[in-house]
């Protein structure tokens, strides 16, 4: 049995982080990096590499830089000013430029393929805080502390312990079940997590550039496809590996949702009934004629996975010892581009107040942990919106199609106030040295930044005692 570290001012928790995707290893890096005692737990018994592109801007570029991974992500990604929308004959319908963000966030927008940042995140987690095929089983949440059970009977205590592991997250379940049992779980909590779409998606191994020029651009190529009258979406992006990520959606009705309400893991086993459905749909990559299909040939088959896709932000994040992060409280549509950082939102603030937690008590976690909702939870909520409108905007609905119009035929000025008027959240961390914020537009106020840095500042405690490489 795993014990929780004892700390020498009566403070220091040991976490157990339930979860190895981004949300649980930006994390963990964070804490590695504050010099607070934690475990990683992930039920996948290897590390896979699925997953499409992702999307990071100037939300993250701060964060990136005191991590000193900055450099890292931009060899690993693509800088991205634009995506280009297409008809259901993969035509020019019109382009969404982006590129002003950059002056206005200090960074410029770049997307990176899930298996580049993931691995980014990975190699900096010390391999023995790290532990694979550990499905939790069994979740005591005390006054002592937390005490995990996992399917092959090894088991974890620690003071705190934070699920990271999705949208069907077991730590919440087991929050939930709780609650219900006295009494308390909310009737919006209770409903089960709709599901709105099935995706599919891929990379394409190495491929020519003379076949597919588009990859000699030094920009990312980002095509999104909508067709009016086919259930689907498709995009694809280009990468500084020469590779394509391509990522197809289904968007279900009210019946087609029905049929899908058994939980599709990712996986590409789940994945080859979709992948004859979407093949035929037309890419502008590559030769004249290409379709999904030629990029699915070109793509080792456990590089492709499908789930079915939930969007949805909860009521509770938090109970007794556990607080939940990324999607694990918060689904996002795809379509929005930024679930990613969301996440890491999350776990910069947690990380923030964790740190300055005043003793390992149940009543001082639940304080932290309702600065941590009362600040993270609207922001969701806002993101949520936001990634509706983009998904509305890429739908085969009539109110898709009024979108599509209006964003072909509006002004300069009035897209330009649009872009300055989208959320500033350019979070950091109070235990690292600040970085300079570069955007010309100011980044919104971030409580757990401003409260943690009074803390520390007065403990007295400095930036160099603190864990701080």
């Known amino acids: 049995m795993s014990s929780p570290t004892d700390s020498t001012d009566g403070a220091q928790p040991t976490v157990l982080i339930v979860g190895a995707g981004i949300a649980g290893l930006t994390l963990g890096l964070l804490l590695e990096r504050a010099g607070i005692p934690y475990k990683i737990l992930e039920r996948a018994p290897i590390v896979k590499h699925l997953g499409s592109a992702m999307s990071f801007g100037d939300s993250v570029a701060p964060l990136f830089r005191q991590l000193g991974i900055y450099e890292d992500f931009a060899r690993a990604s693509l800088r991205n000013n634009q995506v280009i929308m297409r008809d259901e004959k993969a035509d020019l319908d019109f382009i969404v430029d982006f590129s002003p963000k950059t002056e206005f ?6 997307i990176i393929t899930r298996p580049a940042m993931y691995d980014i995140l990975y190699r900096r987690i010390p391999r023995e805080k790290i532990f694979l095929n550990k499905r939790v089983s069994i979740f005591k949440n005390t006054e002592a502390g937390v005490h995990l059970t996992c399917s092959d009977d090894s088991e974890y205590e620690g003071h705190i312990v934070v699920g990271a592991d999705g949208a069907n997250s077991s730590v919440r379940q087991s929050i939930f079940t709780q609650l219900k049992e006295a009494g308390r779980l909310s009737a919006s909590d209770a409903i089960p997590l709709p599901y709105n779409c099935i995706c599919l998606v891929g990379q394409t191994r190495e491929v020519d550039d003379e076949e597919f020029p588009e ?29 394509i990520c391509y990522m197809a959606i289904q968007h279900l009705d009210q019946e087609t949702s029905k049929e899908q309400d058994t939980l599709s893991e990712w996986g590409p086993e789940a994945a080859a009934a979709m992948c004859n459905q979407v093949r035929h749909l037309p890419v502008p990559n590559g030769p004249v004629g290409s379709t999904l299909g030629t990029l699915i040939d070109l793509t080792p088959k456990e590089l492709i996975s499908k789930v079915t896709l939930e969007e949805k932000v909860f009521d509770t994040w938090y109970s007794g010892r556990a607080v939940l992060i990324g999607d694990a409280c918060h689904k996002l549509s795809p379509l929005g581009a ?30 932290i942990f309702e600065e941590y909702q009362r600040e993270r939870q609207p922001v969701a909520v806002e993101n949520f919106k936001k990634s509706q409108v983009y998904a509305t905007g890429s739908a085969k609905t009539i109110l898709g199609a009024v979108m599509r119009f209006i964003q072909r035929r509006m ?5 330009m106030r649009i872009l300055k008027s989208e959320p500033t959240d350019r979070p950091q961390v109070s235990f690292l040295p600040l970085v300079e914020d570069k955007g010309t537009i100011p980044p919104a106020p971030q409580p757990s930044l401003t409260k943690t840095l009074e803390i520390l500042a007065a403990t007295g405690r400095s930036i160099s005692k603190i864990g701080c490489n």
């Open 105 to 110: 966030g200090g960074a410029p927008t770049r």
């Open 411 to 415: 002004p300069h000025w009035l897209w």
């Open 215 to 243: 990859l000699k651009n030094e920009l990312c190529q980002t095509n999104n496809m909508v067709a009016i009258g086919s259930p689907y979406t498709w995009i694809t992006f280009t990468t500084p590996e020469k590779r």
């Open 338 to 367: 930024v679930g990613g950082s969301t996440a890491m939102h999350d776990a910069i603030c947690l990380a923030n107040w964790i740190n300055v937690l005043p003793s390992l008590d149940i009543a001082a976690l639940e304080t």
